[in-house]
């Protein structure tokens, strides 16, 4: 089995790290200069500092997602750690995985002869191969001096091999080992292991200095685990991933897109929405039905056999209404369905056990589960991935969408419709759903664009495809209240002789239209991927503009306003970027007049006490007490009026914030304050105590809207004498920080836009990733360090950016209805005056969900699809 390119790429970064490492016997050191390869600088950037919880022991970590082979890309690495890494007396490995499927599968691989793994490690190690599990260390079978010295001893384990009590039998005694553990006294072998005695299995071991395995390393962060990889005294870990921890030294990581283009996944995930569970059980058993019919035809050609399987998510017990396993499993076998081609595995239930399922023999076509299967189940035959719950249920599916993804023989079928998976759902909140599918992709180290919402709006007029099928149908529309109808042939296509439903040959004819896109894409992307790369470029957190994006937005500057400064006695002309600041170096608040504040005193708010109260030194609001505020308000009461109001002004100045404070000044402040109280009368002055921070909110809204309209009076005057001008000087970083990624819409401008979304800005999300003619979208988060904003008299970050395939700078902000104030003109008049000044190629619009203002620009979201995006180049 010859390895595919981006595994070749993967060993040959390994190669690279570890002879950086023997030149210098520094693991840190080796980390470092091997990132700076691809102009990376390990802790800056988004790009991890070296961990080094093993205290000088080299641990690197290599990403790879779920079905990219991660199993024989560590047998293909264990030649070249032994041949770069100094030499020891012993040739050890000690190959760790989480759960006991995934030992006994390894276990089974390694032993086979035949197994493309056994085949790679004899072929490297001249066939003086020995794999042994725990059951054998513990009795010394093939761990002897000799053996250790004279062949390559591969150990497979579990983490939980030395943490649990049963582990604790690796601590213990062994007298099958004492002839080791004393020879490696005598040549200085000897680790001396906390908590072992001196010839355990544990102690034996780290004597040999072995090298570590660690599959699957997301599960071996722990505190116990950590202690563990100490204790085996390793010269050298290496780690295999899809989702690598924070203590993770990724030194290669591999794309979904290399899995796709060697064919080794079935991507895209396409989801689909079904009106209920009896449409999601029925068009998941007419679907397997027709896959499978297509791969009959398929072995015809290639000699390959498919056998596709449907992974039927249950519900868990609840109400009456839940549909259970036990439930589901009884319906279909009452519908007719062979009992022996269903099976359940469950955490408590398994009646797949040690079943082969890709043999021609097996006859299982249905598995139910509840929440999540066991990694290392990815049955390469299972294709459709449905959940069965009520419609108001919330479905959890990001633990299972990992289980379908492998690609039967790591081969592509010309039937496209073989090579993706199909997810279908009832529930109710499908972008959830939707999400939940991205969550879990992430987890199986992939991202957003290997899931598309399939939108297949045809329904099915029932009636049975087949005879044999009638009692199914008729089973299921017992319990459903299903009516069959008559069938039309009009509404069906033919297929080999079966007749299919044309929801059903819709899913399908849908589904290879969207693998032909996104084959399309894979292919754009991988010629912009360099296969000498590590892929490191920082961590998950970090996301770059889109390969195919690159080129151009590089060379794409967006205007912003600059200001002219014109020379002076110390200063030379220059250009400056405008900053809204500027035009309050003439604002005088003394000089305002205070009509424009708003007080109402006729309320009563409470008193409020803002003070230290712990030990951290943050400010807190506390509520005084009925019988503080009574000793308050009665202390108050006893100042004169004079008093009152000096004390009122300090009170209220103290209220606002000291950002709002520094920008106005204290003298200002006080100056405009104490003019507001003096006009107040007694009532109003006696009200004060009680409703403190309402007087200060009223008047820090009305100095607020003074600046304001300075700032825009001024604006536009010195736009005018050509103090301002709007130049093309902002471009997009090439990375972003996401916190919170959104990866399900296309068409995006960065692999991941930020998810906080309103309603609005999710419709508008939605709008511009299905628009035909936009090229790419943003979503502008406000106040974000290196994002864009129109720096006008106000700072105006628009929601959205886009380009359309015309070229096209498009922004966009949306608008609740609850936001059609103020703010909103304030906005919608910068912008469409930055659009106007910035030219042809710019244009500003703010978009509202219903009911929009009556200004230029301005349109509700139906309008701006129709008006503006149905007719935009």
């Given at each position: ?49 070296y ?81 042994l599990?725990?059951e ?10 000799t ?47 906390d ?11 780290a ?166 299967l066991?990694e ?7 294709y ?68 598309v ?28 209240e ?11 296509e ?99 007049g ?30 005084l ?31 606002m ?41 009223a ?55 930020d ?89 500003y ?29």
């Amino acid at each position: 089995m010859e390895l595919k390119n981006y595994q070749k790429r993967v060993i040959q970064n390994l190669c690279g790290y570890l002879r950086k490492y023997s030149d210098c016997l520094d693991a840190r050191r080796a980390y470092e200069n091997h990132l700076a390869e691809d102009g990376l600088v390990a802790g800056q950037g988004g790009v991890a500092s070296y961990s080094d919880v093993l205290h000088g022991s080299p641990k690197v970590c290599i990403k790879v997602p779920t079905g990219g082979g991660k199993t024989f890309i560590a047998a293909n690495a264990l030649f070249p750690v032994f041949e770069e890494l100094p030499e020891t007396p012993a040739d050890v490995v000690v190959w760790l995985v989480p759960r006991k499927e995934i030992l006994r599968q390894t276990l089974r691989q390694l032993r086979d002869s035949a197994s493309a793994l056994r085949m790679t490690i004899d072929r490297d190690f001249a066939h003086c191969v020995e794999v042994l599990d725990k059951e054998d260390g513990l009795r010394g079978r093939g761990f002897t001096r000799t053996t250790v010295e004279d062949q390559l001893t591969i150990f497979v384990l579990s983490y939980d091999s030395f943490k649990n009590k049963d582990g604790r039998r690796a601590y213990a005694e062994n007298a099958s080992l004492s002839q080791l553990t004393e020879y490696q006294k005598e040549t200085g072998q000897y680790v001396d292991v906390d908590g072992a005695d001196d010839t355990a299995l544990i102690s034996a071991l780290a004597g040999t200095n072995p090298v570590v395995i660690v599959d699957e390393s997301h599960h071996a962060g722990s505190k116990l685990s950590i202690d563990m990889l100490r204790n085996l005294n390793p010269r050298f870990v290496l780690e295999l991933t899809a989702t690598p921890g924070k203590d993770a030294n990724v030194i290669s990581r591999v794309k979904s897109t290399e899995l796709k283009a060697e064919e080794m996944v079935k991507l895209p995930v396409i989801v689909y929405r079904r009106q209920d569970k009896k449409s999601v059980i029925q068009d998941a058993f007419l679907l397997q039905q027709q896959l499978e019919n297509i791969a009959k035809h398929s072995e015809k050609k290639s000699g390959r056999y498919i056998r596709p399987i449907v992974l039927f998510q249950a519900e868990r017990r609840g109400d009456n209404e839940a549909e259970t396993f036990e439930k589901l499993k009884s319906r279909l076998i009452d519908a007719g369905i062979p009992e022996e081609q269903i099976a359940v595995r469950t955490g408590s239930v398994d009646e797949l056990g040690d079943t082969d399922l890709m043999s021609r023999a097996c006859p299982i076509r249905f598995v139910i589960t509840v929440e999540a299967l066991a990694e290392g189940w990815d049955c390469p035959f299972a294709y459709i991935l449905a959940t069965v719950a009520n419609k108001s249920s919330k479905v959890s599916v990001e633990q299972l969408v990992g289980r379908i993804l492998r690609q039967p023989y790591a081969t592509r079928y010309p039937e496209r419709s073989l090579n993706i998976s199909y997810v279908l759902t009832s529930s109710a909140d499908f972008n959830q759903t939707v999400d939940q599918v991205i969550e879990g992709l992430n987890g199986a180290g992939f991202s957003k664009h290997d899931v598309v919402e399939g939108e297949v709006t045809v329904r099915p007029i029932l009636r049975p495809i087949q005879p044999s099928l009638e009692q199914a149908y008729r089973a299921l529309d017992d319990d459903f209240e299903l009516t069959l109808s008559e069938f039309d042939g009009g509404m069906a296509e033919q297929m080999g002789g079966l007749a299919v439903p044309k929801s059903i040959s819709a899913i399908v004819v849908n589904a290879e239209n969207l693998e032909r896109d996104f084959e399309s894409k894979v292919v754009e992307e991988q010629a912009h991927t360099s296969n000498s790369t590590t892929g490191v470029g920082g961590e998950k957190n970090m996301y770059a503009i889109q390969a195919s994006l690159v080129d151009s937005v590089n060379r794409l500057l967006l205007p912003q306003f600059r200001y002219h400064q014109r020379a002076g006695l110390f200063s030379d002309e220059e250009t400056l970027p405008f900053d809204r600041k500027m035009l309050l170096q003439n604002f005088n608040l003394a000089s305002c007049g205070t009509g424009c504040v708003n007080i109402d005193s006729s309320g009563f708010e409470g008193a409020r006490e803002v003070d230290i109260y712990d030990d951290s030194g943050e400010l807190r609001v506390k509520q005084l007490g009925v019988q503080q505020s009574a000793d308050l308000r009665s202390l108050f009461a006893r100042y004169t009026q004079t008093s009152k109001r000096s004390e009122m002004c300090n009170g209220i100045i103290n209220c606002m914030s000291i950002q709002f404070q520094n920008t106005y000044g204290d003298k200002g402040l006080k100056n405009f304050v104490s003019r507001v109280v003096d006009q107040m009368d007694d009532s109003q002055v006696d009200a004060y105590i009680d409703n403190a921070s309402r007087y200060a909110k009223a008047i820090v809204e009305a100095i607020s809207q003074l600046s304001a309209n300075h700032c825009r009076e001024q604006f536009e005057k010195q736009i005018d004498s050509g103090l301002i001008t709007l130049e093309c000087c902002y471009q997009f970083p090439l990375r972003i920080l996401q916190t919170n990624p959104l990866t399900i819409y296309d068409h995006s401008l960065y692999e991941a836009e930020d998810a906080n979304l309103t309603e609005i800005e999710r419709k508008m999300a939605e709008t511009l990733a299905n628009c035909e003619t936009i090229r790419w979208w943003h979503r502008v988060v406000e106040r974000k360090e290196g994002e864009f904003f129109i720096n006008g008299f106000i700072n105006h970050y628009p929601d959205f950016l886009a380009m359309t395939q015309g070229g096209l700078i498009l922004a966009i902000e949306t608008k609740g209805e609850q936001l059609k104030n103020d703010d909103s003109r304030a906005k919608l008049d910068l912008g469409t005056r930055w659009a106007m000044m910035a030219g042809s190629n710019y244009r500003y619009f703010m978009v509202f969900d219903h009911d929009a203002i009556d200004a230029s620009s301005s349109y509700t979201l139906a309008e701006f699809k129709t008006q503006i995006l149905g007719l935009m180049r």
